[in-house]
T-cell receptor, first 116, second 119 residues
């Protein structure tokens, strides 16, 4: 079975440009998470969706960040305009959330983002 | 509020040594789930194991073992006879009983412990 698929794997762009990160969750999973990982801050939860609906976006750093999940098989994280401090590895994860929260999250390989 | 503490930021051992990674959690729920994930140098996070709050049996999988103790709110991970391939960042995570959509699938992660195994 295919895992969580993220694209692109690497992105290098100049400050001020718009960046769009993409994620395809595992088929059948109903919860999707976006994380950011840096050396300084570790693994941070940015936003998560359940059944395509954003549940908690309190981790989104500022208005420059936005995320959408138009359907069960696709999500995007957009940064506009990008800044050098946004440089990080961005992970998407999905899980099957049933009556209990007993299922692990499955992570994509991440997108390594560098803003020059 | 739930919290996961991995007090050991970095651990360095020599190959074949045993090493224990500590995880202490806080939760008010009586039903909860604990997880360990591994992040090798290649970067991906991989799920290792899950325990639920009503099953305190320790688990062993090859060189890996997990010690869950509710009395001390700990879920420690031991690697026996460590190998260089065990070098990674290890994350402990907690998820509480589901409350509708507000926490569906959500886990709280510790800050991770970086394990370096030297040859």
């Amino acid at each position: 079975d295919a895992g969580v698929i993220q694209s692109p794997r690497h992105e290098v762009t100049e400050m001020g440009q718009e960046v769009t990160l993409r994620c395809k969750p595992i088929s059948g999973h109903n919860s999707l998470f976006w994380y950011r990982q840096t050396m300084m801050r570790g693994l941070e939860l940015l936003i998560y969706f359940n059944n395509n609906v954003p549940i908690d976006d309190s981790g989104m750093p500022e208005d420059r960040f936005s995320a959408k999940m138009p359907n069960a098989s696709f999500s995007t994280l957009k940064i506009q305009p990008s800044e050098p401090r946004d440089s990080a590895v961005y992970f998407c994860a999905s899980s099957l959330s049933g009556l209990e929260n007993d299922q692990p999250q499955h992570f994509g390989d991440g997108t390594r983002l560098s803003i020059l | 509020a739930q919290k996961v503490t991995q007090a050991q930021t970095e651990i360095s051992v020599v190959e074949k040594e045993d090493v224990t990674l500590d995880c202490v959690y806080e939760t008010r729920d009586t039903t909860y789930y604990l997880f360990w994930y591994k992040q090798p140098p290649s970067g991906e996070l991989v799920f290792l194991i899950r325990r639920n709050s009503f099953d305190e049996q320790n688990e062993i999988s090859g060189r890996y073992s997990w010690n869950f103790q509710k009395s001390t709110s700990s879920f420690n991970f031991t690697i026996t006879a460590s190998q260089v391939v065990d070098s990674a960042v290890y994350f402990c995570a907690l998820s509480e009983r589901r409350r509708g959509s507000t926490n569906a699938g959500k886990s709280t992660f510790g800050d991770g412990t970086t394990l370096t195994v030297k040859p």
